[in-house]
């Protein structure tokens, strides 16, 4: 089946510092999700790619889909303490691709 | 954050006994999912529907059985808990028109 790989899977940064982690699929992908999970939380959606080499940013989030759509990377520029969480990339996969196959996410944490 | 609400949100039971989760939706969207979260593994797909009376198995659904007789309503049963069930298990629904994925809170599942 699909494998969605990320890395890596802890980073800690001093605050103001940039993070970046990168996620690759074993296949081709349609799209590209990333989420954000704060700890005791929830997963929460933050943004689709769809286009080959597609750049998004959100804030100090920025998110690329690569060329041949099989790697995605989110970068946040100047981290706060308010960025810390696991972020989690996402494929779908399956007839109608209905299932979402997850990353094993990276955990940032924001030294203050 | 969508309609989408999880009970019990915390449970602790035996080996041996059934346990069912709920999740609720007040969205009407088609599909919805099971996932279980545990340290290392990220998020896994236990099975999911895709309408009433409509589910399908996941990535790692043995030892798991859901029934869906209503469209806001996924129920998700541990026929007889086992240790290896412990864990933190998200519902998730997805809008029909959009491959994003809401994440309800979680119930925290803890089997002696």
């Known amino acids: 089946g699909q494998q969605v790989m990320q890395i890596p899977q802890y980073q800690h940064v001093q605050e103001g510092e940039d993070f970046t982690t990168y996620c690759n699929s074993s296949?081709?992908?349609?799209?590209i999700q990333w989420y954000k999970q704060r700890p005791g939380g929830h997963p929460v959606f933050l943004i689709q790619l769809v286009k080959s080499g597609e750049v998004k940013k959100q804030k100090r989030l920025t998110f690329q889909f690569g060329e041949a759509k099989k790697n995605s990377s989110l970068h946040i520029t100047a981290t706060q303490t308010t960025d810390v969480g696991t972020y989690f990339c996402?494929?779908?996969w399956g007839a109608g691709s209905y299932q979402l196959t997850f990353g094993k996410g990276t955990k940032l944490s924001v030294i203050p | 954050d969508a309609g989408i609400t999880q009970s019990p949100r915390h449970k602790v039971t035996e080996t041996g006994t059934p346990v069912t989760l709920r999740c609720h939706q007040t969205e009407n969207h088609r599909y919805m999912y099971w996932y279980r979260q545990d340290p290392g593994h990220g998020l896994r797909l236990i099975h999911y529907?895709?309408?009433?009376?409509?589910?399908d198995k996941g990535e790692v659904s043995d030892g798991y059985s859901v029934s869906r007789s209503k469209t806001e309503d996924f129920l998700l049963t541990l026929e007889s808990a086992t240790s290896s069930q412990t864990s933190v298990y998200f519902c998730?629904?997805?809008?029909?028109?959009?491959?994003?994925?809401?994440f309800g809170p979680g119930t925290r599942l803890t089997v002696l």
């Open positions: 529907s895709y309408g009433v009376k409509d589910t």
């Open positions: 998730a629904i997805r809008p029909d028109t959009y491959n994003e994925q809401f």
């Open positions: 296949t081709t992908l349609s799209n």
């Open positions: 996402a494929g779908p």
